[in-house]
T-cell receptor
Framework: DGGITQSPKYLFRKEGQNVTLSCEQNLNHDAMYWYRQDPGQGLRLIYYSQIVNDFQKGDIAEGYSVSREKKESFPLTVTSAQKNPTAFYLC????????????FGEGSRLTVL | GQNIDQPTEMTATEGAIVQINCTYQTSGFNGLFWYQQHAGEAPTFLSYNVLDGLEEKGRFSSFLSRSKGYSYLLLKELQMKDSASYLCAAMDSNYQLIWGAGTKLIIKP
């Protein structure tokens, strides 16, 4: 079945380490997004990509990096520069370049020890 | 600035009706979304309104008033499985989504 796969579902990291969260979709969607969700707050956009080899910063891009080398894949790296990385991370995609219903992956919960 | 407001938490009884309100302020407007999110899971799409009025989809209905910057989600015949957070999101002129913090709905037997 088509969908978005995020891995790992749970991840623990020591301070000072970089970690990469995987996001793969087989929906043939053009645009992909990374959001961060914290308790009591709305989803906040980290990065988004509307086409391969191009991506834009969202509202809270500092301390994060992404790549879009393939249409299907949009990995997110949480670097040691991100001061408060413990959160629930959601990857999403939409069929067109922008607008429309978001399809979400199951999420990755990152905990920094 | 851009802003979405929705109540933090609501409680309702199984079998009853509940209305979750959402007000928004955005730079331009390209529609209003409602998503359902169970604890620890990803949001799932419920509805999209871009024109004024009521859209009905089974037990769930969504209403939009563009002039008032207001939307609501109406849930009828509540079931225990409806216990979840309900997220309101408005799309601005750049097609970016502005998200509310979500309304946690608690259903009691």
């Amino acid at each position: 079945d088509g969908g978005i796969t995020q891995s790992p579902k749970y991840l623990f990291r020591k301070e000072g380490q970089n970690v990469t969260l995987s996001c793969e979709q087989n929906l043939n969607h053009d645009a992909m997004y990374w959001y961060r969700q914290d308790p009591g707050q709305g989803l906040r956009l980290i990065y988004y990509s509307q086409i391969v080899n191009d991506f834009q910063k969202g509202d809270i891009a500092e301390g994060y990096s992404v790549s879009r080398e393939k249409k299907e894949s949009f990995p997110l790296t949480v670097t040691s520069a991100q001061k408060n990385p413990t959160a629930f991370y959601l990857c999403a995609s939409i069929p067109g370049g922008h607008g429309g219903e978001l399809f979400f992956g199951e999420g990755s919960r990152l905990t920094v020890l | 600035g851009q802003n979405i407001d929705q109540p933090t938490e609501m409680t309702a009884t199984e079998g009853a009706i509940v209305q979750i309100n959402c007000t928004y302020q955005t730079s331009g407007f390209n529609g209003l979304f409602w998503y359902q999110q169970h604890a620890g899971e990803a949001p799932t799409f419920l509805s999209y309104n871009v024109l004024d009025g009521l859209e009905e989809k089974g037990r769930f209905s969504s209403f939009l008033s563009r002039s008032k910057g207001y939307s609501y989600l109406l849930l009828k015949e509540l079931q225990m499985k409806d216990s979840a957070s309900y997220l309101c999101a408005a799309m601005d002129s750049n097609y970016q989504l502005i998200w509310g913090a979500g309304t946690k709905l608690i259903i009691k037997p």
